[in-house]
């Protein structure tokens, strides 16, 4: 990956692993179940949002040039990661 989507990629995650922390405190202060689970779906869409970024550079630098070769081993790791995102 080229550096400036892995620094976007990694300012991502660490606000997610901050939200996650902020998740926690909320259960050790017994904040509301709903408001716990709201704040849970937000950081679960950031990681979903990361991972459709990793996915879609995958695709841009890696799959194109193995449909290209006819690579088919790169096309099959390709399918088993669409198999675990979804």
């Known amino acids: 990956m080229e550096k400036n989507t892995n ?16 998740i926690k405190k ?6 509301d179940c709903s408001e ?8 679960r869409a950031e990681i979903t949002a990361v991972s459709k970024l990793i996915l879609k550079t995958h695709v841009d ?3 194109n040039g193995a449909v290209k070769d006819g690579d088919e081993a790169s ?6 990661a669409i198999d675990i995102l979804l």
């Open 75 to 80: 096309l099959a790791k390709l399918k088993e």
């Open 7 to 22: 620094v976007a990629i990694m300012n991502r995650l660490s606000r997610s692993a901050g939200h996650l922390g902020g």
């Open 61 to 63: 630098r890696c799959v």
């Open 26 to 31: 909320m259960i050790e202060d017994g904040r």
């Open 36 to 43: 716990i689970l709201i704040q849970l779906y937000a950081v």
